[in-house]
């Protein structure tokens, strides 16, 4: 088994990390398109992800060759204010020239479980006969409490390991949570965490930069096993690093 390491860099503020973020992602779908017929790639929720869509509009990426998948979603419907998807059909989706292969949208609408049942299923269109898919590219964002898609610490979706798509209930928020799953992660080809604000510098220095801690974070574990990761940090997300970066 190859073990891969983290490659992380810090970026002088949130659009250059996005910036950066989009030209990565850019390059990685005309690696993967130079070789084969379809990039895949999830996207991430939350806030940060605007500042990433942004750039990715104008990258030269072959969208009509693009699965677009989502890595977590709110139980909402598409419309509402909370929805990942509203944010990334906003943000991104509805700014293409156009429109990407295929965008497997999470239904959040639905109940918690028929929505993960019904995405695990539809993923498995695209990812058939194989364990578990291995996506080209996760982007993902990281909470302050060191959680990443929707696996929160402590819920009950950190010990899924045969689904692809967990329902999970977060009692923190009080709320469903639609999420792809720790193996599902692990097995993507490369991973790609943006994150920014110094309300994620105690638990990114934590994290990925070796600072000790009791027990790994969720994001922690979100790596694939043979793939590449990154993180990408703004100077804020980056204050509580051991050794500056250069
Ligand atoms: C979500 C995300 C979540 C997000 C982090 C960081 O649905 O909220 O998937 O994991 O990436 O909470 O969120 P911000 O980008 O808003 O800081």
Known sequence: MRSWGVTLRVLPDLDAAAREGARLVAATAGTVLSRSGRFTLALAGGRTPRALHAHLVSQAI?????????????????????????????????RLPRPPGKVLRMEGELPPADAAARYEEAMRQVFPGTPFPRIDLVILGMGADGHTASLFPGTAALTEHERWVAANHVPQLDAWRLTLTFPVLQSAAAVLFIVAGEDKAPVLAEAFGGLPHPAPYPCERARPTEGVLTVLADRAAASRLPQPLP
């Open 62 to 94: 072959d969208w009509e060759r693009t699965v677009v998948l989502f890595g977590d979603e709110r139980c909402v419907p598409s419309e509402h204010p909370d929805s990942n998807y509203r944010m990334a059909r906003e943000s991104l989706l509805d």
